[in-house]
């Protein structure tokens, strides 16, 4: 049995609730890292004995950071920092990060190191971890016990949603907790699985869907510089107006797009001349070479008709993962500096589960 180090980002999980607000600093998350250490202790795991192997790795950034002040170059530092972990002096890894952004970090750690040897699992908690109500400490139980119980190498989240029931979610796949609630669910039902009891059948599952990851060579571009920030998240709503983005996209400070849908897999298709409808954003788009996805979205009989209109009349592409996917994934294809062409073939291809 080999140690699993702990990556501290920040978050709730770090927090400490004074003055009636939930405060961050370097003093909150040592305090913190001692309830969950202690909390794991106690508890009625078979591996709780072996909690003095939980070793709190020196991470020097952004570990004083809410998941909502997360951006690129922070997850930089946090990409280049893993990529420079000694894979074979641990059973595996977890981070310690925010529910605001969880989803994202997620899927771009799913893509960047889709090649990982050891489990890497991301813990948040609802509330600090010295709340009671807090499912902190048994979200972070549940990854050591699923570390050191064997579980297949990928990138995952452990999570208790408010019905009580632990689950354990493909990185890829997961998607961001909607307002007012603290639950998380997944873009397809067979990329997360609930945790109790007899765990083997989903040990076995998680086993294939390693064994399904293709090993795409990033991780040598990605220790280099600093992740691209030249991918633009579209999220569609009534009255969008895409002449606001003609001078940015013009001026190339974008080099590819990611447009959400609403729930029914649908964009908005007027035409070419309406500033309201995505004809109009792609056209823009297609003059100055630059590449559209839509997601999550797809063509079907049970897809509606404007969406066969959006496939005919443009050039985007419409794929069939989550928003957050598509957008993660993007950003490492623009990070690892791909032609237009392998942009396509990478957005296409899949890399770690992430098709739903």
Not at 94 to 108: I, K, M, N, R
Not at 157 to 174: A, E, P
Not at 241 to 267: A, F, L, P, Q, R
């Amino acid at each position: 049995m080999k140690d699993i180090l702990i990556i501290h980002t920040g978050g709730t999980i770090g927090t400490f609730a004074r003055q009636n607000a939930r405060r961050l600093s370097g003093e909150s998350i040592n305090e913190t890292k001692l309830i969950l250490v202690e909390n794991f202790a106690q508890s009625n795991s078979a591996f709780a004995k072996h909690y003095e192997k939980i070793k709190f790795s020196d991470y020097p950034y952004q570990n004083t950071t809410l998941s909502e002040n997360m951006t690129l170059n922070k997850l930089s530092q946090l990409v280049k920092y893993i990529g420079s972990i000694k894979q074979d002096d641990y059973d595996g890894i977890v981070v310690l990060h925010g529910t605001d952004t969880l989803s994202y970090t997620a899927a771009l750690l799913s893509f960047a190191f889709c090649n990982i040897q050891i489990p890497l699992i991301l813990v948040s908690g609802n509330r600090p971890p010295h709340d009671s109500l807090s499912n902190a400490n048994a979200n972070f139980t549940a990854a050591i016990e699923l570390i050191w119980g064997g579980i297949a190498p990928n990138v995952y989240v452990t999570y208790q949603n408010t019905d009580g029931v632990m689950r354990l979610f493909l990185g890829s796949c997961i998607m961001q907790s909607e307002n007012y609630t603290d639950d998380f669910k997944s873009g397809s039902d067979k990329k997360h699985f609930e945790i109790s009891g007899d765990i083997s059948a989903v040990l076995s599952l998680c086993y294939t869907l390693s064994q399904n990851r293709k090993n795409y060579p990033v991780a040598e571009y990605l220790g280099k510089d600093d992740l691209s920030e030249q991918a633009l998240l579209i999220k569609p709503y009534t009255g969008l107006d895409y002449s606001i983005y003609s001078n940015y996209i013009e001026n190339g400070n974008t080099k590819g797009i990611v447009h959400g849908t609403y729930h029914s897999g649908t964009v908005s298709w007027q035409g070419h001349d309406s500033v309201n409808s995505i004809g109009y954003l792609t056209t823009l788009c297609q003059k100055n070479d630059i590449p559209v996805f839509i997601a999550p979205s797809f063509l079907g009989k049970d897809q509606y008709e404007t969406m066969n209109k959006v496939a005919d009349g443009t050039n985007a592409v419409l794929i069939n993962m989550t928003t957050e996917a598509a957008y993660a994934k993007l950003i490492i294809a623009l990070s690892c500096k791909m032609t237009k062409q392998q942009i396509f073939e990478y957005m296409n291809t899949n890399i770690n589960n992430e098709f739903n």
